[in-house]
């Protein structure tokens, strides 16, 4: 602790009263009196942005005046400021290039113990970010689907349930029209009534169709109406089952609901089976 307090000593000392001078053995070399004071006005907005807290700002403004000024001081100083703001890794990569000539200058007879609070402050850093990112990895967030209501669910198996039986209903009776004849009724007839040879040309002699077209037009239907009768009877089943499982889930009473197709040469039809 007491070395922090020293630090945050040595670092507001630093900003207040180490103003760019040129050094005993080695006189600065500013390119021009407009480049000169360019770099002190620069230097002065880095003071009060350091005192501000700023230490990002201080550390932009302390680079342009060493851009103005080639002074070490500025650098220096940008250290400081990189050491309150805890970019403790741009700290060395300054120091990496400025300390040789810094150990010359008898302004920065403390660059050595300077280096070491930077290295210090990176070696207690790195074990606390490895934990972390063990801790993430030990324990990733998991994802969970939203939760789902009972009712929900409920309400969901009775409007499927529902559906499939309206549309088993409605294809039942498609296939029930369809199988009793009634839209190919004159073909029918003429089937009916041509049995015989002598009344196949009575009923066909003029007609630009013969019995067999007329016979393959009833198959045709026959097939259709046995088709929607099937899909029909499986759909309406399916949604009653549907149904039945709904309202088991919250009733105990015990009901069925069966939908059996009744296919034969003369009838096309289902028979639907309860018990509530």
């Known amino acids: ?125 790195e074990p606390r970010d490895e934990a972390r990112q063990e801790q993430q990895l030990e324990e990733p967030a998991a994802i969970s689907a939203p939760p789902t209501t009972t009712d929900e669910a409920e309400d969901s198996g009775n409007l499927l349930g529902w559906t499939m039986v309206g549309s088993g209903s409605a294809l039942l009776a498609g296939g029930l029209v369809i199988g009793s004849g009634v839209l190919i009724g004159d073909q029918i007839d003429r089937i009916e009534g041509s049995r015989t040879a002598e009344s196949q040309q009575q009923i066909y002699g003029g007609e630009p169709i013969d019995r067999q077209d007329d016979l393959d037009t009833l198959r045709t239907h026959r097939i259709l109406s046995a088709v929607l009768l099937s899909v029909g009877a499986v759909a309406s089943a399916t949604g009653g089952l549907l149904l039945w499982r709904s309202s088991s889930s919250t009733d105990d009473t015990t009901s069925s609901l069966r939908l059996d197709p009744m296919l034969d040469d003369d009838r096309r039809g289902a028979v639907l089976h309860g018990r509530f």
Request: proline content about 3%; charged content about 30%; hydrophobic content about 45%.
């Open 1 to 125: 602790m007491t070395k922090y307090f020293r630090l945050a000593a040595a670092i507001i000392v630093a900003l207040t009263f180490i103003a760019p001078t040129a050094a005993a053995d080695e006189p600065a070399q500013v390119e021009s009196p407009d480049a000169e004071q360019q770099a002190a006005e620069a230097y002065s907005e880095a003071s009060e942005a350091y005192a501000a807290g700023q230490f990002d700002r201080a550390a932009e403004l302390l680079d342009l005046a060493f851009d103005y000024d080639p002074d070490l001081i500025y650098r220096y100083n940008q250290l400081l400021a990189y050491l309150g703001m805890a970019d403790y890794e741009a700290g060395i990569a300054l120091l990496d290039e400025y300390q040789k000539a810094m150990e010359k200058d008898a302004r920065f007879d403390d660059i050595g113990e300077l280096r070491e609070e930077f290295e210090e402050a990176i070696a207690e850093r």
